[in-house]
């Protein structure tokens, strides 16, 4: 076992501000991923140099350091693989500066996404990205993983909004990347660092792009009585050019788990819904929600209803982004996948989701982005079943190459985290790996900045690292 | 230095395929860089040409500058070597087009303005009026990150670029990203590569997301005599719900060029102010009242253009930023700023500009904080070594930085084009030695002489 320097790193952080029992390292042994393993310690700092100094610290000792922020991530970049320390920000969450005036705001990355929102709300301005889980995930994981949302659809995922970043290097320097204005002349490492999942620094500072709040919103759910119908109009609206802010998709089987959870007033009897948000001025807003009700009509769409006020529309929304949670209530346990394909594909890939879950007898729910053709399959298992645990990997294997025969990618906004490493292959060729692990062999040269991450191991060729049994380690298959 | 050109024509040649390759000094010379001239210009007909050509000069010490129309190759430091000016006119091909996902891969060597035609076929474009359109290849806008007023609205090609095929100097093709349009798999690549100037690698394929043509566009010029009343409009502007396409700001000197497309003797004493806004007739309808009533209240005066004028000025306007449309004593500047310094900044350029007696025309990305900006020796040549020194000053001081895009020959031995370096830039170096190991690519080109 591996000597954690404890002692120093009370020191550095103050004793309250480190855990080692195991007891109460319980809380760090997962992410959102089902996964689980203890890290050694964690160490809550409170400003860069401790960051610095804990991470000094470990070289010294070799010890592997795992940055986290709220453990909202879904694909295990935040849980340790072979121990380690966890440097946590939840001290680190202040909003450094705002400056309207030049539409952007520094930040440390422990700062909850929402309340960058919140912060400046009064002045007009928001920060775009907006992950379904924006009201606890915090800025710094979204850099890691480069998160997306809804609202990526017109907006752009987390690199479109960050502008410079502040990291922690393996050997404690600290660099500063990118500006707080545009064009910064050298390599765009800040382009490179966000959603490097924690393997190449630790990010402590971030600079951000502040967008003005549209003067309009209006919020439509199509209702429909076939999935075909729904995954039709989304193309349908692709191919015609308008793009909504927000173009979210949710399947009969979600919908009535949701709708028994939060009410938001989703018609029970559906096979499929689309959740459509548009933005803008109030005479674009207007002419677009005509031509979606004209696409949907032309698609065999049931119904278009308009949220008639802000109550409702944020009920439509609420209901969107607590799907998750609200299928808790139907099943023990569910294993979210993230594929992407291109939005053509989205009728052929739903009927291919479709007769995957009745090849291995399974429930497989769909609430995704379908604006950006970037799939969300919940597959329901209960984790006491060992038989239905083995389906559902499979099953979610089986959905992701599929995705990859398409065109697609392996992750459009979860990561490769732990769970995909060895899937990478599926998509990239010994030489695209190479030229990656050169990267990372400039940034983290002694790799013990988030070990088992994102490259592959070479452990388990080709399988999803993923533990959906109950309790005990990481799944250690092929 | 071994004997080169015996050495190319018997080796690459093979590597490359005879008639991909010539030695002639007319085509060499149309790829000179500042007084270099490279031994041989080198036309790879695939990218696996291109990564062996590359591959051919790493393990020989010869140095390539990948290239294609020589629009931006007066930007950069003076290479140390220059043996071989890989030019990817040939590779032109469209791989992928999807109209119906909005995405499509093409080869580098197509130039923008005729992808944009290609694309407006189906009522596609990309919205990106780099400098010199209709000159530049796609490979060279992303290799340099080039942008025009558009990025207010819609970025730069930093934030269109879904992934790209590189060609490496181990003689590989690697691919980075994808072709759909959001994408978390592995390290992005590509970013590395945008803006890299080639020193990195060759790009020799890249996936673009495409945007529906808006079915309108129309543009307003105001007037306004003072930089103050344009910082106001600004502010109002961004203060309302307007998403104007394009807002710019023209100095006198910049009014000139927008309208006659070269800088005049004695340009008008005001400051013009440009303002594009694209979407439904309903919406260009409500934006032109709106922002009327915001001129009116900034005090400007305004006048509508025709579509034609307007066309005709914004892409004067685009030409004016390019460094191959410079006249040899030109000095063209790029200064990026935060976005609420760039009116104060003008000032004290214009000041600095008069006291030299150096000609000053300049067109702000208002909302943006990016500057194009060109000094014309009046007089004394030699002014203009110091003033961009002192300009460079003022963009620092203001939290900002300054590259110089094109100046004559004689001036870059004497300033470094890019600026100080930050101090991420350790990184950078390692990141240049570990792709390129031999300084086969542009070296010394690029910030820090990398």
Same mark, same amino acid.
């Given at each position: 076992m591996r000597k954690i320097p404890l002692d120093r790193l009370k020191q550095i952080a103050g004793a309250a501000n480190v855990l080692w029992r195991p007891e109460d390292l319980m809380l760090y042994e997962y992410d959102g991923l089902s996964t689980q393993s203890a890290p050694d310690a964690v160490v809550?700092?409170?400003?860069?140099?401790?960051?610095?100094?804990?991470?000094?610290?470990?070289?010294?000792?070799?010890?592997?350091?795992?940055?986290?922020?709220?453990?909202?991530?879904?694909?295990?970049?935040?849980?340790?693989?072979?121990?380690?320390?966890?440097?946590?920000?939840?001290r680190m969450k202040k909003i450094v500066e705002i400056d309207v005036e030049n539409q952007r705001a520094r930040v440390q990355p422990g700062v909850v996404n929402l309340d960058l929102?919140?912060?400046?709300?009064?002045?007009?301005?928001?920060?775009?990205?907006?992950?379904?889980?924006?009201?606890?995930?915090?800025?710094?994981?979204?850099?890691?993983?480069?998160?997306?949302?809804?609202?990526?659809?017109?907006?752009?995922?987390?690199?479109?909004?960050?502008?410079?970043?502040?990291?922690?290097?393996?050997?404690?320097?600290?660099?500063h990347t990118g500006a707080n204005y545009w064009d910064r002349p050298g390599y765009d490492l800040t382009g490179l660092i966000v959603g490097s999942e924690g393997t190449l620094g630790i990010v402590t500072e971030i600079t951000v792009r502040l967008s003005r709040r549209p003067e309009a919103v209006k919020t439509l759910l199509a209702i429909f009585d076939a999935i075909p119908?729904?995954?039709?109009?989304?193309?349908?609206?692709?191919?015609?050019?308008?793009?909504?802010?927000?173009?979210?998709?949710?399947?009969?089987?979600?919908?009535?788990?949701?709708?028994?959870?939060?009410?938001?007033?989703?018609?029970?009897?559906?096979?499929?819904?689309?959740?459509?948000?548009?933005?803008g001025l109030r005479e674009a807003v207007e002419e677009e929600?005509?031509?979606?009700?004209?696409?949907?009509?032309?698609?065999?769409?049931?119904?278009?209803?308009?949220?008639?006020?802000?109550?409702?529309?944020?009920?439509?929304?609420?209901?969107?982004?607590?799907?998750?949670?609200?299928l808790g209530r139907i099943s023990p346990s569910y294993y979210v996948q993230d594929g992407v394909i291109p939005r053509t594909r989205l009728p052929e890939m739903m009927d291919y989701i479709g007769q995957v879950e009745e090849r291995h007898r399974l429930r497989i729910g769909n609430i995704f982005h379908a604006g950006d053709g970037n799939l969300h399959p919940l597959l329901m298992y209960d984790s006491r079943d060992r038989g239905e645990c083995e389906r559902v990997t499979k099953a979610a294997a089986e959905i992701i190459a599929k995705c990859v025969e398409l065109g697609g990618s392996i992750t459009g906004e979860h990561g490769v985290g732990m769970e995909k490493s060895e899937l990478m292959p599926l998509l990239f060729s010994a030489d695209d790996i190479n030229a990656m692990k050169k990267i990372k062999s400039v940034f983290n040269p002694r790799g013990f900045f988030n070990p088992g991450k994102v490259l592959p191991t070479g452990k388990m060729c080709g399988e999803l690292r993923v533990h959906t049994g109950a309790g005990g380690q990481l799944a250690e298959r092929g | 230095m071994p004997n080169v050109a015996e050495q190319l024509t018997a080796q690459l040649a093979a590597v490359v395929g005879s008639g991909s390759i010539t030695f002639?000094?007319?085509?060499?010379?149309?790829?000179?860089?500042?007084?270099?001239?490279?031994? /041989?210009?080198?036309?790879?007909?695939?990218?696996?040409?291109?990564?062996?050509?590359?591959?051919?000069?790493?393990?020989?010490?010869?140095?390539?500058?990948?290239? /294609?129309?020589?629009?931006?190759?007066?930007?950069?430091?003076?290479?140390?070597?220059?043996?071989?000016?890989?030019?990817?006119?040939?590779?032109?091909?469209?791989?992928?087009?999807?109209?119906?996902?909005?995405?499509?891969?093409?080869?580098?060597?197509?130039?923008?303005?005729s992808f944009q035609e290609l694309l407006s076929r189906r009522g596609l474009w990309i919205p990106l009026d780099a400098p010199d359109g209709a000159g530049?290849? $796609?490979?060279?806008?992303?290799?340099?990150?080039?942008?025009?007023?558009?990025?207010?609205?819609?970025?730069?090609?930093?934030?269109?670029? $879904?992934?790209?095929?590189?060609?490496?100097?181990?003689?590989?093709?690697?691919?980075?990203?994808?072709?759909?349009?959001?994408?978390?798999?592995?390290?992005?690549?590509?970013?590395?590569?945008? &803006?890299?100037?080639?020193?990195?690698?060759?790009?020799?394929?890249?996936?673009f997301k495409l945007y529906p043509l808006p079915p309108r566009r129309v543009t307003r010029a105001f007037r306004a005599t003072t930089l103050s009343i344009a910082r106001d409009f600004r502010r109002k502007v961004l203060d309302s719900p307007l998403s104007p396409?394009?807002?710019?700001?023209?100095?006198?000197?910049?009014?000139?060029?927008?309208?006659?497309?070269?800088?005049?003797?004695?340009?008008?004493?005001?400051?013009?102010?440009?303002?594009?806004?694209?979407?439904?007739?309903?919406?260009?309808?409500?934006?032109?009242?709106?922002?009327? &009533?915001?001129?009116?209240?900034?005090?400007?005066?305004?006048?509508?253009?025709?579509?034609?004028?307007?066309?005709?000025?914004?892409?004067?306007?685009?030409?004016?930023?390019?460094?191959?449309?410079?006249?040899?004593?030109?000095?063209?500047?790029?200064?990026?700023?935060?976005?609420?310094?760039?009116?104060?900044?003008?000032? /004290?350029?214009?000041?600095?500009a008069g006291a030299a007696k150096?000609?000053?025309?300049?067109?702000?990305?208002?909302?943006?904080?990016?500057?194009?900006?060109?000094?014309?020796?009046?007089?004394?040549?030699?002014?203009?070594?110091?003033?961009?020194?002192?300009?460079?000053?003022?963009?620092?001081?203001?939290?900002?930085?300054?590259?110089?895009?094109?100046?004559?020959?004689?001036?870059?031995?004497?300033?470094?084009?890019?600026?100080?370096?930050?101090?991420?830039?350790?990184?950078?170096?390692r990141l240049k030695q570990t792709w390129d190991p031999n300084g086969t690519l542009s070296p010394g080109r690029f910030l820090g002489h990398l």
């Open positions: 809550f700092p409170s400003s860069t140099e401790q960051v610095v100094q804990i991470v000094k610290t470990a070289a010294q000792e070799g010890i592997p350091i795992i940055a986290r922020g709220a453990g909202t991530g879904l694909s295990g970049g935040a849980v340790v693989v072979e121990g380690g320390v966890v440097i946590a920000f939840a929102s919140l912060a400046v709300s009064d002045y007009g301005y928001y920060y775009a990205p907006d992950p379904s889980s924006q009201k606890a995930c915090t800025l710094g994981g979204n850099v890691a993983e480069n998160s997306g949302g809804p609202h990526t659809l017109a907006y752009g995922v987390t690199t479109n909004h960050v502008l410079g970043l502040e990291m922690v290097l393996p050997d404690g320097t600290v660099a119908h729904a995954t039709r109009t989304v193309a349908a609206i692709t191919a015609r050019g308008i793009t909504p802010a927000a173009l979210e998709m949710m399947d009969g089987f979600t919908l009535r788990a949701v709708e028994a959870a939060t009410h938001a007033g989703y018609p029970m009897d559906s096979a499929a819904v689309l959740l459509i948000e548009l933005e929600t005509e031509q979606i009700e004209a696409v949907c009509a032309e698609n065999s769409a049931r119904e278009v209803r308009r949220a008639r006020n802000a109550e409702e529309r944020d009920l439509l929304w609420r209901g969107r982004k607590n799907a998750f949670g609200a | 002639e000094r007319s085509a060499c010379s149309a790829f000179a860089i500042d007084d270099l001239v490279p031994q /041989c210009v080198v036309y790879p007909g695939s990218a696996a040409h291109a990564a062996a050509a590359l591959q051919y000069a790493s393990n020989n010490g010869l140095a390539v500058v990948p290239c /294609c129309n020589a629009t931006k190759l007066s930007t950069g430091n003076v290479p140390r070597r220059y043996d071989v000016a890989l030019c990817l006119k040939g590779l032109d091909q469209t791989r992928h087009y999807e109209p119906d996902d909005l995405t499509v891969s093409v080869e580098p060597g197509i130039r923008l303005g530049s290849s $796609l490979g060279g806008i992303v290799a340099t990150n080039a942008s025009g007023p558009l990025r207010l609205r819609y970025g730069a090609p930093r934030d269109m670029v $879904l992934g790209m095929k590189i060609a490496t100097v181990e003689g590989k093709v690697i691919k980075t990203g994808g072709r759909v349009v959001k994408n978390v798999a592995g390290y992005d690549l590509a970013k590395l590569m945008i &803006g890299s100037y080639g020193t990195l690698g060759v790009i020799v394929e890249i996936n396409s394009r807002m710019i700001l023209l100095d006198p000197g910049g009014s000139a060029i927008i309208r006659a497309g070269a800088p005049i003797a004695r340009p008008a004493e005001h400051y013009e102010i440009w303002i594009e806004f694209a979407g439904s007739e309903a919406v260009t309808h409500r934006s032109l009242t709106m922002i009327e &009533g915001i001129a009116a209240s900034a005090g400007l005066a305004g006048h509508p253009l025709e579509e034609a004028a307007a066309d005709g000025g914004w892409s004067r306007l685009a030409d004016f930023a390019s460094p191959g449309r410079r006249g040899p004593e030109d000095v063209l500047l790029k200064v990026s700023l935060p976005l609420s310094r760039a009116e104060e900044f003008i000032e /004290c350029s214009l000041r600095e150096v000609g000053h025309a300049a067109c702000v990305q208002l909302g943006v904080g990016i500057i194009h900006l060109c000094l014309t020796p009046e007089e004394r040549a030699s002014e203009l070594l110091a003033i961009t020194g002192r300009i460079r000053q003022a963009a620092v001081q203001r939290g900002g930085a300054l590259t110089v895009l094109h100046c004559p020959a004689g001036m870059k031995k004497n300033i470094d084009v890019w600026g100080t370096e930050p101090d991420d830039f350790p990184l950078m170096q």
